[in-house]
């Protein structure tokens, strides 16, 4: 079975900064990584994801994560953040094998400030 | 494509009542999913279903909840009797094949 780490609940950071939102995931199979954002009162929206190749990925919205096997992470970054960036993000992994169950993590909240 | 639709947003109902959610998949996606979210615990998978087949039902709380896909284009979420601890923001979510799943907008159950 997989698990998925995300070490901060929240982060408040300014407008214009750069940010960075932790992901470590556990499982003893090759996985599929995913980013979702959540606006409030709304469904869940892909951001990225990583299914093989290339380690860095990019996303919609400026948003790019690294995929690290050695320290089974999957860091979400963006080098500049709008106020609209302000919402819930969620990591979350599934079996390579079947990629069919999605286990989430418990969300990060980002709070951008003006 | 309309993406995920869900029925209804909003629910209000008594303990005790029988609740009903359902939820049309994206036209063409053969997989389905129906997740709860709650401050507490969470997105967790309750079932989901490939081809209409129920694969996996072990995050399902309890005999209480029951799901149906009686054909591709449509799920339901039943639960009876609900209860105030059910209150959650229910989602619904498909795909096809081993691709990304799209989530719908919610269902926000408050059972009083």
Redo the contacts between chains.
């Keep these: 079975a997989q698990s998925v780490t995300q070490l901060d609940s929240q982060v408040p950071v300014f407008e214009e900064a750069p940010v960075e939102l932790r992901c470590n995931y556990s499982s003893s199979v090759s996985v599929y990584l ?1 980013w ?1 954002v959540q606006y409030p ?6 951001l990225l ?1 990583y299914l093989s190749g290339s380690t860095l990925v990019k996303g919609i919205n400026g948003f790019e994560a690294e995929f690290n096997k050695s320290q089974t992470s999957f860091h979400l970054r963006k080098p500049s953040v709008h106020i609209s960036d302000t919402a819930e993000y ?1 990591c979350a992994v599934s079996e390579a094998s ?10 990060t909240r980002l709070a951008v400030r003006p | 494509d309309a993406g995920v639709i869900q029925s209804p947003r909003h629910e209000v109902t008594e303990m005790g009542q029988e609740v009903t959610l359902r939820c049309k998949p994206i036209s063409g996606h053969n997989s389905l999913f129906w997740y709860r979210q709650t401050m507490m615990r969470g997105l967790e998978l309750l079932i989901y279903f490939n081809n209409n087949v129920p694969i996996d039902d072990s995050g399902m709380p309890e005999d209480r909840f029951s799901a149906k896909m009686p054909n591709a284009s449509f799920s339901t979420l039943k639960i009876q009797p609900s209860e105030p601890r059910d209150s959650a923001v229910y989602f619904c979510a498909s795909k096809r094949g081993p691709e990304t799943q799209y989530f719908g907008p919610g269902t926000r159950l408050l059972v009083l």
């Excluded at chain 1, 009162?41 to 892909?46: A, H, K, M, S, T």
């Design positions: 995913f979702y009162n709304q469904g869940l929206q892909l994801k969620f079947s990629g069919d169950k999605l286990t989430f993590g418990t969300g």
